[in-house]
């Protein structure tokens, strides 16, 4: 009997042990959820595993609305028919030798569409010489002129007469300046970028007994320029012409004559004449761009050679 009565108190301790033994583990688990809760630095590190979730997440998307927002193309006006060039950060071709190499610090938001090597909003850098102008007259062939106030452009920026017309301001490193416009071509001892200046020219930016100075420059488009006029060269006829602008605001880059229905685009000479060899369309209308697309077309200009024939048109100013 009485092993009886000690045999039943054993069951019933082994009952209850097994009965608190899953109380035991419940609260051991809880205390080490406790203890990694506050352990130093848990909070900080659930932190920075969020914000690199994060920024990985707009690394993901920022380049679609980065290229949408800081794309904009610009736009570009023309006349009717004008190219019209892509937006690009004007950029004269190089050479060998840079010293025409535009300054970025100078561009602007003038773009022309028909622009050689000499593009408005960009400075140029180089040197300017000086020589003796004579009567004005030079590679450009406009002539005798009154206005000395010129500068023969060298070999590789007169860019086949391109340049002839075309109005620069010069501005020595003292800050002197002077308006210039080109009348002449610098032979090919002339690097890119410098300028050869009439004494005249020359002696507004230093003393002529400098001979030589470094100088930067830029294409103007100026205020008062008077109107366009035309000319056919000596010799030219119904069968031959060859056409010459002057007293253009801008530089002229194309010259178009009306004929068969349309608009024969005549090759420019160095010696600045728009040249029609076997005749096709002399005397009939003609239609002048220039660098900027503005076109202006002349009626009723008839061959006369070696008379300049005003036309009471101007581009417009830039």
């Known amino acids: 009997m009485k092993e009886t009565r000690q045999a039943a108190r054993r069951r019933g ?21 406790l203890a990694v809760a506050f352990r130093p630095g848990h909070q900080a590190d659930t932190g920075q595993t969020a914000a690199s979730t994060a920024t990985a997440s707009l690394g993901t998307a920022a380049p679609g609305r980065g290229s949408s927002a800081g794309s904009t193309s610009p736009t570009a006006t023309r006349s009717p028919g004008s190219a019209v060039s892509p937006a690009v950060t004007a950029r004269p071709s190089t050479a060998s030798a840079r010293p025409s190499a535009p300054d970025a610090s100078r561009i602007t938001a003038t773009t022309a569409s028909l622009a050689g090597r000499i593009r408005p909003g960009i400075g140029y850098r180089g040197v300017a010489t000086t020589y003796d102008a004579g009567t004005g ?7 005798p002129s009154d ?47 410098q300028l050869d200046l009439s004494a005249q020219a020359f002696a507004r930016l230093a003393n002529p007994v400098a001979g030589r100075i470094p100088v ?9 320029s008077g109107t366009v006029a035309l000319r056919y060269k000596t010799g030219s006829s119904r069968y031959w012409c060859a056409v010459q602008v002057i007293g253009h605001r801008n530089p002229v880059a194309r010259l178009e004559l009306r004929a068969d229905g349309g608009w024969r685009r005549l090759p420019r000479t160095d010696y600045n ?28 200009i008839a061959v006369r050679p070696g008379t300049p024939q005003t036309t009471r048109l101007q581009f417009a100013r830039h």
């Open 147 to 193: 206005d000395l106030m010129t500068a023969a452009m060298n070999h590789t920026d007169y860019e086949t007469s391109k340049a002839c017309g075309a109005y620069v301001l010069v501005r020595a490193a003292g800050g002197a300046t002077v308006t210039v416009r080109i009348t002449n071509e610098c032979p090919t001892g002339c690097a890119p970028g």
């Open 216 to 224: 930067t420059w830029k294409l103007l488009s100026p205020g008062d």
């Open 13 to 33: 301790r082994r009952r209850t042990l097994w009965a608190l033994t899953p109380v035991a583990l419940v609260a051991v688990g809880a205390l080490v959820c």
């Open 137 to 143: 007259d030079g590679a450009c062939s406009y002539g």
């Open 273 to 300: 004449y728009f040249l029609a060899e076997d005749g096709g369309g002399c005397g009939g209308t003609i239609r002048i761009t220039d660098i900027y697309g503005e076109r202006l077309t002349v009626d009723g």
